[in-house]
C-alpha cells in the first residue's frame, strides 16, 4: 500500500465549479499537510500549508484535514481556467525531512 | 518571498556528456536541499537530499557517483548528471525550505526539462 493515495483524474469542470480533490493516507504520524499546484514543464507552487486537523481558507481554496479518517482535501470555489493545472497533496510527520507526495491530479476548467 | 531559482529550465545534451543543474535560494537561507526527478504522470521521486558543507544524502537505488551534488553555499546546490545516457532524460526539480525549519514546507524551484539524445 502507497503511503498516499490520490486519484489521478482527469478531472474536467466548467468554469465557476466547485472543485474538490483529495487524498488519503495510511500513516497516523502524519502531522503537516500541503497541497501543490504544478502547471504543465513548471515546478510545484505552494497553495496550502496546514497542521493537524481542520480547515484552512485562503482565498477560493480551502484545505480540509480529517486525521480520524486519514483523508485531506482541497476545495476550490468559483473554479477559473487559470486553476487548469496537477495538483499535489503532501504530508510528513514531525521529524525528518521526508515528504510524502500523491501522484497528482490533473484538473482542468473549461471555460 | 521563499523563491527557489532553477536553471536551465531546459537541456538537451549528447550521451555521454555531463550537464550540470543550479538551485538557489532567492531570498533564504538553506541549510538543506532536496532534488527530485518526476516522471509523467508519476509522483516526485526525491533523490538525494543536499546538505550545506557536508556530503548528500542519496536515496536508495540512485547512483551517486552519477548523480553529484554538491551544496557550496547557503543559497547554492547544484547536480551534475555526468555520463548522461538517454535513460536519464526526465524532469529534475530541487526544493528547499526556509531557515532550516524541520516542519515548514518545501518551495520548489520550476525544474529542468533534460534530453539526452
Known sequence: ?111 | GAVVSQHPSWVICKSGTSVKIECRSLDFQATTMFWYRQFPKQSLMLMATSNEGSKATYEQGVEKDKFLINHASLTLSTLTVTSAHPEDSSFYICSARVGGENNSPLHFGNGTRLTVT
Open chain 1, 1 to 111: 500500500q502507497k503511503e498516499v493515495e490520490q486519484d489521478p483524474g482527469p478531472l474536467s469542470v466548467p468554469e465557476g465549479a466547485i472543485v474538490s480533490l483529495n487524498c488519503t493516507y495510511s500513516n497516523s504520524a502524519f502531522q503537516y499537510f500541503m497541497w501543490y499546484r504544478q502547471y504543465s514543464r513548471k515546478g510545484p507552487e505552494l497553495l496550502m500549508y496546514t497542521y493537524s486537523s481542520g480547515n484552512k481558507e485562503d482565498g477560493r481554496f480551502t484545505a480540509q484535514v480529517d486525521k480520524s479518517s486519514k483523508y485531506i482535501s482541497l476545495f476550490i470555489r468559483d473554479s477559473q481556467p487559470s486553476d487548469s493545472a496537477t495538483y499535489l497533496c503532501a504530508m510528513k510527520g514531525n521529524t525528518g525531512n521526508q515528504f510524502y507526495f500523491g501522484t497528482g491530479t490533473s484538473l482542468t476548467v473549461i471555460p
